[in-house]
């Protein structure tokens, strides 16, 4: 189909990309290890890892898989923060030719079920603040293999037995688990340094992640990525930041959790790629925490979401850092604020650019240039090999200006989702457009801005919450007689679920549904407002209108 609006690239990004040169991620990965040995890889509580000795250690790791009888396509689950035992699991992971999955580590025994079984896990790796939640539910998963990892593990014997004792003891962060035959890490890279790695042949055809998302619509499901696709989106986020960075000389800071796919490509694998530095926040939620960790390097770049550039800014202590090694900043995962943007860029010196993606283009499709000297509200320009359509219902290209669905092709787009053919022929359409959901348009220079979504998926703080996952927790109580999930804006999350409820039982109340509703939901999907209806508005066919529910929200 022929463009209606002209594709433009900044001075020095080429049209096009090729993976040629790399085999797989490994091949990247084992390179970058091999040029930047003796240089700091990643910082975790002060514990700095060089390039070689995670090259060791993803190798240690990689043997122990391959010494349990894992193959090349078996799937490995991983659950924890933005620990040094995150990077070391991976690449190990994939170094032993298998796939992996990875989990939110706040997942309820609800959640984490359903992953575990859909993907066929054969083998998890979980910190041990969350063991209790596996517990619950590994007897009915293909779970045979466990690695429980407390917090400290991989800081040194001294450091690591304090911020052990300290989570444990003091915090009382990790509640009472009982899973027989589980080791730990450390016993785990020993036994694969005695059984040793083999090196495994991989393709860009093979699949390295099983990231999962509930795509436009529905319940959770795989979005199938492969060495391909996640090969490229390295190459094209490196080719469109390298006018700016230098190779081995660049300093990133990962607060958004590397299990995210924002953070696993742009900063986990791009960055990695280029010999940067890459300070691990555990948890960004501690803004304090996070603003003192800042302030002992000298950060040049920054990713994250809109929430937490805003909770960056309102921290008193976050002004008085030293911005003048900053380079760049870049938000994506929900719409970066105008206001937060400019603030940004007053108090860092640095612009605060807007990018866009989804888990199924691997995330990049679009960013903005980076020699922007001001924020343009707009989610940028299509990145290297990448095209963008905006199409009406029945698919065909709107004009410039004109509002429609957005529509991603190139080389970054998902293989489908894992083991739902009738899903992934729903979002992609024959010329292998990917439909996005996200509603939106172009305009005469090429730049796409986003309007809406066409579909009812609520965006809180960059993760996707889907209306029928909130319903069908809510229905489960007793006193419910039906209900219906939409998202409302929010200062802080950029949007938060609101749930209008039929009781069954006239004494319900807020407290209780909420309560009820951190049983089984992650924190970021349980309802922050609830509001009592004696009926729903619905269809001819008995749909409830959701629609007609956020308009008088």
């Known amino acids: 189909m022929e463009r209606i609006w002209i594709k433009t690239y900044p001075a020095g990004i080429p049209a096009d990309i090729s993976i040629e040169h790399l085999e797989s991620l490994v091949t990247l990965f084992e390179e970058a290890c091999r040029k930047y040995a003796d240089q700091v890889a990643y910082i975790s509580m002060d514990r700095e890892m060089t390039y070689g000795e995670l090259d060791r250690l993803s190798r240690d790791f990689a043997g122990w898989l391959q010494s349990l009888g894992m193959v090349k396509g078996d799937r490995v689950a991983l659950m924890m923060p933005n620990l040094l035992q995150y990077p070391v699991a991976l690449f190990g992971t994939l170094r032993a030719g298998c796939v992996v999955v990875n989990v939110n580590p706040l997942y309820t025994p609800r959640e984490l079920e359903h992953q575990l079984k859909d993907s066929g896990a054969k083998a998890i790796v979980i910190v041990e603040n969350f063991a209790h939640t596996l517990e619950q539910v590994i007897g009915r998963t293909e779970v045979k293999n466990v690695i429980v990892t407390p917090m400290g593990d991989l800081l040194g014997m001294v450091k690591g037995a304090l911020v052990n004792f300290v989570v444990r003891h003091v915090k009382k962060m990790v509640p009472a688990w009982s899973l027989p035959g589980s080791i730990n890490i450390n016993a785990a890279l020993a036994a694969g340094r005695r059984h040793g790695m083999e090196p495994v042949k991989l393709s860009h055809e093979d699949l390295a992640f099983l990231q999962y998302t509930g795509g436009t619509t529905g319940v959770s499901k795989g979005a199938m990525l492969t060495h391909g696709n996640i090969a490229s989106n390295v190459m094209q986020a490196h080719a469109w930041i390298k006018p700016v960075v230098a190779d081995g ?251 209008f409820v039929v009781r069954k039982d006239p004494n319900l109340t807020p407290e209780e549904i909420i309560a009820h509703c951190r049983k089984h939901l992650t924190g970021y999907k349980v309802p922050k407002k609830v509001e009592f209806r004696d009926d729903l508005p619905r269809t001819n066919v008995g749909k409830i209108l959701r629609r007609a529910l956020k308009e008088g929200a």
Not at 365 to 385: H, M, R, V
Not at 445 to 458: E, H, P, Q, S, T
Request: charged share 20%.
């Open 249 to 499: 000389k660049e300093f990133i800071v990962t607060p958004l959790p590397l299990y995210h796919i924002f953070a696993l490509t742009a900063n986990c694998l791009t960055f990695l790629m280029i010999g940067a530095r890459n300070l691990l926040i555990a948890n960004p939620r501690d803004m304090a925490g996070f603003v003192k960790e800042w302030g002992k390097y000298p950060i040049s770049v920054a990713t994250g979401v809109n929430t937490l550039f805003n909770g960056l800014l309102n921290h008193p202590d976050f002004a008085g850092l030293d911005f003048s090694t900053m380079k760049l900043s870049l938000g994506g995962g929900t719409a970066v604020q105008a206001p937060v943007a400019d603030r940004w860029q007053k108090v860092t010196r640095s612009p605060l650019l807007q990018a866009y993606g989804l888990t199924e283009t691997s995330p990049a499709a679009t960013i903005n240039p980076l020699d922007l000297k001001e924020f343009n509200g707009s989610i940028g320009l299509p990145i290297s090999s990448t095209e963008l359509s905006i199409r009406d219902d029945a698919g065909k290209e709107l004009a410039i200006g004109e509002i429609g669905e957005i529509c991603i092709r190139g080389p970054q787009v998902m293989a489908g989702y894992w083991q739902r053919p009738e899903e992934t022929a729903n979002v992609m359409y024959a010329d292998g457009f990917l439909r996005t959901g996200d509603m939106g348009y172009v305009d005469p220079l090429g730049f796409f801005f986003i309007v809406d979504r066409k579909k009812d998926m609520i965006l809180v703080s960059g993760f996707n919450v889907y209306p029928n996952e909130i319903e069908e927790v809510v229905a489960m109580h007793e006193g419910v007689g039906d209900v219906a999930a939409i998202g409302v804006p929010d200062d802080n999350s950029g949007e938060a679920v609101k749930i």
